[in-house]
């Protein structure tokens, strides 16, 4: 195993989901639980990285020798990326499962229930696409995003590739209920603009060591 080679390097890694206010009792939020970016943290630290670990709200211990910034919301996750990449990072790595809407208007008071009513209507609006803002202000010198997908896992990853701005993406098959969400054990397909990597199926611990590997490997054989 490869000793301390990533000292020197800032690393600032998005995890689980984030969670969007309705009113002061109640929010949207998805099954994320955190694993795979606590895995990557824990990973890239373990080979000397420094690294700032944006959390969603998720279960987990802070793995050892992190910095870890809580958050609830995609705006308040932007800001802390924002915050944590003051100087610009090494690699960016977007691990964290992001609503892609909050509510428009979050109400101050717990809504009521009104009891002529069957229907509510609850207006939302898109949440900034972090990983790609961030590309765009060149935060970091890498940027690293995930795609879960249910078909075409190629194509619509290679799409999102470009799409933000990334050198790389982790793509999965999440229709599979054996890796991916939720489950310790995840396959993923590794791609570039034009190199392909496929790690074997492993344990996300397992395979955290081995996309730390790529993304190493990236960095030393594209330059920047
Ligand atoms: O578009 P999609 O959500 O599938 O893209 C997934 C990738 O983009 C992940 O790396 C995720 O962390 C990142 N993302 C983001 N901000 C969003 C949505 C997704 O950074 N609002």
Known sequence: PKINDLEGQHWIITAGPTMEAIDPVRFISNHS???????????????????????????LPTPQGIKRVDIKSAQEMLYACRVAAAEQADVFVGAAAIADFRVKDVATQKMKKQSDENEMQLTLVKNPDIIATLSTEDAAKYFVGFAAETQDVIAYAKGKLERKGLDLIIANDVSRSDI????????????????????????????????????QTYQVNQPK
């Open 180 to 215: 991916g969400f939720n489950n310790d054990q995840n396959q993923v397909v590794v791609l570039s603009k034009k190199s392909q990597w496929t790690p074997e199926k492993a344990s996300k611990t397992e395979l955290a060591k081995h996309l730390v590997d790529i993304i």
């Open 33 to 59: 639980s955190g694993k795979m970016g606590y895995a990557l943290a824990s990973a890239a630290a373990e080979r000397g990285a420094a690294v700032t670990l944006v959390s969603g709200p998720t279960n």
